[in-house]
T-cell receptor, first 114, second 114 residues
Framework: GAGVSQSPSNKVTEKGKDVELRCDPISGHTALYWYRQSLGQGLEFLIYFQGNSAPDKSGLPSDRFSAERTGGSVSTLTIQRTQQEDSAVYLC????????????FGSGTRLTVV | AQSVSQHNHHVILSEAASLELGCNYSYGGTVNLFWYVQYPGQHLQLLLKYFSGDPLVKGIKGFEAEFIKSKFSFNLRKPSVQWSDTAEYFCAVSPFYNNNDMRFGAGTRLTVKP
């Protein structure tokens, strides 16, 4: 597609429920990233996928968080047993080459845990 | 892993004032450096980047940044800000040989008063 697409754009969930956030990167982009943007916390790295290599999961804040990327394209970030502190905007970005012009970001999913 | 510090959390300026936003990074090797901007209600977008060569980099909308290797800094500057520059600014760093591992600073919110 023309840009990075994320869905849903907004999600309100009850504490303890699981949520899935979806990212559709730009077609052909081999690298895909998830970041979390919290009020006053800036941009926090979560995980990135590069081609068929094992993902770098070093930024995932707890084992309640997981992500997968199927077929080298669409990615799903799953948060299990959501907590109020998980409330944030979850951003996805993709990149097409090792030294490209930076990332192209999606518009994010705003997650609110009540 | 590399890390980025942005010491100014919120900067308030009047129109036509000069701007300098600080960015310092920590990494033992050669780096790529970026500034991203997020205007209210919009995606993160690339403002400028440094890979190699002239350490003074010019970006869009009159912004520039200078890479000072000895200080591990990549400060963003603009000689005369406009109300439309009100946004959040993020500095980011990646290892030179692996742009697919970008870490962001916490961001600086710039408010320009008309």
């Amino acid at each position: 597609g023309a840009g990075v697409s994320q869905s849903p754009s907004n999600k309100v969930t009850e504490k303890g429920k699981d949520v899935e956030l979806r990212c559709d990167p730009i077609s052909g982009h081999t690298a895909l990233y998830w970041y979390r943007q919290s009020l006053g916390q800036g941009l926090e790295f979560l995980i990135y996928f590069q081609g068929n290599s094992a993902p770098d999961k070093s930024g995932l804040p707890s084992d309640r968080f997981s992500a997968e990327r199927t077929g080298g394209s669409v990615s799903t970030l799953t948060i299990q047993r959501t907590q109020q502190e998980d409330s944030a905007v979850y951003l996805c970005a993709s990149s097409d080459r090792p030294q490209g012009d930076g990332y192209t970001f999606g518009s994010g999913t705003r997650l609110t845990v009540v | 892993a590399q890390s980025v510090s942005q010491h100014n959390h919120h900067v308030i300026l009047s129109e036509a004032a000069s701007l300098e936003l600080g960015c310092n990074y920590s990494y033992g090797g050669t780096v790529n450096l970026f500034w991203y901007v997020q205007y209210p209600g919009q995606h993160l977008q690339l403002l400028l980047k440094y890979f190699s060569g002239d350490p003074l980099v010019k970006g869009i909308k009159g912004f520039e940044a200078e890479f000072i290797k000895s200080k591990f800094s990549f400060n963003l500057r603009k000689p005369s800000v406009q109300w439309s520059d009100t946004a959040e600014y993020f500095c980011a760093v990646s290892p030179f040989y692996n742009n697919n591992d970008m870490r962001f600073g916490a961001g600086t919110r710039l408010t320009v008063k008309p």
